[in-house]
């Protein structure tokens, strides 16, 4: 009598798992990067829409509440500067500059017809390496 | 009794493989393809911000050369007609004035002017202002601004390259 011992013709041979595996985990390496440009990519579009709406706003506190020196009335006022430095988190929430992720430079200068002045922000990492975003807005004060 | 032939698993982890890559690679491609997107829309937002920052910038100034002239004593002194030739000149020779019409009605100049950003006809500001001066007192001039609104050209679908799906 003889004993035949045979390989079934269901389930995964060894190799074929072997080979799977490792292939699959070549390839999702790959494609893992692929999902982490695509975040870089998000999160960056979302830093940018952070950076106009700060801008913006910015530009709308100086535009409506500025006093004679053309700064917003609540920030501190640095006249011999002619620029003020606001410091912004991650979350682009108002901070301490030791905390800070970004930086907004805000700077007004006269422009050229009397009573017309201009403000320049400048939004950027709090390194100063990198800028987001900037915009100029104009605003004109009735002279005395 | 023998099994069918399609009751055999062998490939069945290739298989298995081949459709969990795609999978990925759809994904992949598609959280890439989205954020591309997310950013180019991002990038349009913030330019066309600009854009309306500084058509309201060129109108302001507009404001002030207007609030300059007329605290003149050329302007103080002068009669209806002469303030409506005063203004069409300095307007004349404002840039980003694209058109005007200035009408004089009970001693008030009513002003509108539209703007146009970077000398071009596809977006500015469309400006209605009432001035009024006293004769001879600087201290009367007053303006004020009946509309203030920013205009812009109508987006057109067919001839944006890539169609509305580039945004």
Known sequence: MTTRISRGKNGFTLAELIMAIALLAFFSTMIVQVFAKAADVTDKADRLDQAVLLASDLADQWKYHADESGYPETADKKPAAQSLVYWYDEAFAACSEDEAAYAAAATVEPGDVPGFWQLHIRIETADRQELVYELTAGHYRRLP | MKRPAYGSKRGAASALMILLLVLLVFFGVLSLVTAATDLRLADRRARANQAYYLADSQAARLLARIGEACRQDEFLQAGP???????????????????????????????????????????????ELEIVAESGDPLSCRIIARRWSWWKKPFDYQAEPGGVWEG
């Open chain 2, 81 to 127: 007609d002469r303030r409506l030739e005063l203004l069409a000149a300095l307007l004349e020779k404002e840039p980003h004035v694209r058109s005007y019409d200035i009408a004089s009605e009970g001693g008030r100049l009513q002003v509108k002017a539209v703007t146009g950003l970077d000398g071009r006809d596809e977006q500015g500001m469309d400006l």
